[in-house]
């Protein structure tokens, strides 16, 4: 899975920069606490060196998320990823923060040198994260998903008309897989997100 990830994804990523100049992850694992924990590591463990994992949880006490959190956070630095926390943020190990479409102006603005990323799923939602300065958003649900069996998805044309419009990189996320990210680059993906494609 290694070699084929890493064909879709920039060889080097550049260090990083001041806010706004970084390099971004084109290739995003979200956690999930219904993924068994041994698996999520070994995905995790697995993902090609500047690749970026947004900790999520939110179904766990905060005594046992923290925990999570903390062994997630020294794998990431331990195989050079990126990783943004969704939710209470639990310490200040990670590189920034991940903000659901329920956000404001001035949670996403609290940590000016982090890296913030915003979900939107709406021109609405897309409006809403480059008011609050969103370095990236992740525009979803592009495709079915197993998370959320039969819900209604944006397809092709609903996400090029979102990336159409977006003032910063767009991951795409949502039934992602490389397949389906080589289909959705030329129409504005800056790289896809996923959970059950990467474990």
Known sequence: MRAAIEGDMPRRQPPFGPRHTRALPALWLFTDERVAKEALMRAIARLPRGSGVVFRHYGLEREARAAVREQIAALARRHGLILLEAGER?????????????????????????????????????????????????????????????GRTLGLWGFAALARQARCPVIALGGMNTAHFRRLKPLGAHGWAAIDALI
């Open 90 to 150: 639990l310490g200040r190990r990670g590189n920034g923060v991940h903000h659901s479409s329920h956000y404001s102006r001035r949670v996403c603005a609290a940590g000016q040198r982090d890296l913030v990323s915003a979900s939107a799923h709406s021109m609405r939602e897309l409006a809403a994260a480059h008011r609050a300065g969103a370095d990236l958003v992740f525009v979803s649900p592009v495709f079915p998903t197993r998370s959320h069996p039969g």
